[in-house]
């Protein structure tokens, strides 16, 4: 929502975006950073900055340039900047509503909605499907909102394949419910679905278009002040530079200035530091401070209280491990300390969400697998004919609370496959069956484990289980392994739809970190979501092996 507004310390007329966690406020010419040097191609934009009082450093000078009229200038002066993926999905609603109702209600006759009401409905099971598949296929992950023509290309995959879902729900569901030829008559179903998909990628395509000129106007862009130059410092400056991270711009403080010690510079690019502003006031007019992040190394002598009048005002203040995990979706473990996990929020499991979470384990895998029947057979005459050997491949992993339990899946491999021991499957793995290789393309090895999950062994989301003699060896070489095993294992989880397969101990590592953030976060939202977009990894067949 824009609305013009005047401000008295700028003297140019002001936007006001109205987003996600703190009001923000821009130029209507430019976004009023200059002096910022350019961001490094495909990056963010990062800039170091120093505060100097007379040219001096803010050391002992930091109470008089945090006056306590400046807290309260700050308390007045709200930010908000606007969520980029819920902006998207948000401008896909009404861009797909808009074209898709538009276009139906203006052909109703023609399809045969005479109640307005079935014309409504109609709308409104497609717009579901459209949004819900356009989530499942990753519209709205970050490499796609920087990238117009990876986001394109995935709404077009989410609108063919939510026609060949949507035809029958119209044709045999709606159908018999309403009486409508264009539900009760397959050609009709097939016609209303595919004018609602030209109307909708044609919407798709005008509202990513208005995202881009967002975009680019730097509606989305955090300013995120990090206070540090050391090791830590530089991880997030490099994080940064990525091609998925252009909305956001740093600004750098040395620990200096607030009265710590000025970490040793081994790296041959180290931060850059720039004394351009006299004081906080300035700092905040010019860049606009959206987050705090405290990335020092050393921690000894430094006073933090002097944020708390940006801390009081609304200002979001992080820090560097708790900031990392927002940003990554993972807890990095080269940073991780035990009492970071003791003291930071998470790891709750109430009995409700215990509950919730067995029901839809039920329901969901015993939908799948009464749909999975002729796959089931299928596969089974494949596998059979291939070799002759076992149609189906039992092996032992470890669950919660480090139980072992028999896994099924469809045999893939040779059945003389581990003759020489256990060991990690390796990408073109010459042990894999012509059938296997395809199946495992297209995850359909795992399809099996639905039993387990029906016999409770496992669920549908969680780590995914290990064997035991590589958890054994695991436990020893990873800190911090043995808390996967606090839940069930999954058939899929939040590491399988952000990590391609791993058959290393470094992926087990890295995997790792990801299922601690799952942990931390655990929810039943949570799940329902890693479901949808587990149907990313199955249409665009990431890191099978």
């Given at each position: 929502m824009l609305c013009p507004r005047q401000s008295s310390e700028l003297k140019t007329p002001q936007l006001w975006l109205w987003g996600q966690k703190t009001a923000f406020r821009r130029n209507t010419w430019g976004d009023g950073m200059a002096g910022l040097r350019s961001a490094p191609r495909g990056g963010a934009e990062v800039q170091a900055v120093g505060l100097d009082n007379e040219r001096g450093a803010w050391g002992g000078t930091f109470d008089k340039l945090i006056r306590p009229d400046f807290a309260a200038s700050l308390s007045s002066r709200p930010r908000f900047l606007p969520g980029s993926r819920l902006t998207l999905a948000v401008l896909d609603l009404v861009a797909l509503s808009s074209s898709v109702f538009g276009l139906i209600y203006a052909t109703r006759e023609r399809l045969g909605f005479h109640p307005d009401i079935?014309?409504?409905?109609?709308?409104?099971?497609?717009?579901?499907?459209?949004?819900?598949?356009?989530?499942?296929?990753?519209?709205?992950?970050?490499?796609?909102?920087?990238?117009f023509s990876v986001s394109i290309t995935r709404f077009a995959?989410?609108?063919?394949?939510?026609?060949?879902?949507?035809?029958?729900?119209?044709?045999?569901?709606?159908?018999?419910?309403?009486?409508?030829?264009?539900?009760?008559?397959?050609?009709?179903?097939v016609t209303l679905i595919l004018l609602a998909v030209g109307s909708a990628m044609f919407g798709g395509m005008i509202s990513r278009m208005a995202f881009a000129a967002m975009a680019r106007r730097h509606w989305f862009r955090r300013s995120i002040l990090v206070i540090g130059t050391g090791q830590r410092a530089r991880y997030l400056r490099d994080l940064f530079r990525r091609s998925d991270r252009r909305l956001a711009q740093l600004h750098f403080l040395p620990e200096a200035d607030f009265g710590g010690l000025q970490p040793p510079v081994f790296s041959s690019d180290p931060v850059r530091v720039v004394h351009n502003a006299r004081?906080?006031?300035?700092?905040?007019?010019?860049?606009?401070?959206?987050?705090?992040?405290?990335?020092?190394?050393?921690?000894?002598?430094?006073?933090?209280?002097?944020?708390?009048?940006?801390?009081?005002?609304g200002t979001p203040i992080f820090d560097f491990n708790t900031f990392l995990e927002r940003e990554t979706g993972r807890v990095e473990l080269q940073w991780t300390q035990s009492d970071w996990l003791l003291y930071s929020e998470g790891f709750r499991f109430g009995w409700l969400d215990t509950v919730l979470k067995r029901l839809l384990d039920i329901v969901v895998s015993g939908a799948m697998l009464f749909v999975a029947v002729p796959i089931f057979l299928a596969v089974a005459i494949a596998i059979k004919f291939e070799d002759f050997g076992p149609v189906f491949y039992r092996q032992a992993r470890v669950s919660s609370g480090g139980r072992t339990f028999d896994i099924l899946k469809f045999r893939t491999m040779r059945v003389d496959a581990e003759k020489f021991g256990a060991q990690w499957a390796a990408e073109n793995d010459p042990r894999i069956t012509k059938i296997g290789r395809r199946l495992r393309r297209w995850r359909i090895d795992e399809v099996p484990q639905l039993l387990n999950v029906l016999r409770g062994d496992m669920s549908l989301v969680g780590p995914r289980p290990e064997r035991p003699c590589f958890v054994e060896k695991l436990n020893e070489s990873i800190p911090f392994y043995h808390l996967r095993h606090s839940v069930k294992a999954g058939i899929t989880g939040w590491a399988q739809i952000n990590y391609p397969y791993g058959a290393s101990e470094e992926d087990a590592q890295r995997k790792l970190e990801y299922d601690l953030y799952y942990l931390k976060h655990f929810s039943v939202l949570r799940d329902v979501s890693i479901m949808l977009q587990t149907f990313r990894v199955l249409v665009f067949a990431h890191g099978s092996r």
């Open positions: 079935e014309a409504i409905v109609a709308v409104s099971v497609i717009l579901a499907g459209f949004m819900a598949f356009a989530y499942a296929v990753g519209c709205y992950r970050y490499d796609a909102l920087v990238s995959v989410a609108l063919g394949i939510s026609t060949v879902i949507l035809v029958p729900i119209n044709h045999y569901l709606l159908g018999a419910a309403f009486a409508a030829p264009a539900f009760r008559s397959i050609s009709r179903s004081s906080a006031e300035e700092l905040e007019t010019r860049f606009h401070i959206d987050q705090v992040v405290i990335a020092v190394d050393e921690p000894q002598g430094l006073r933090l209280d002097r944020l708390l009048p940006w801390k009081a005002s």
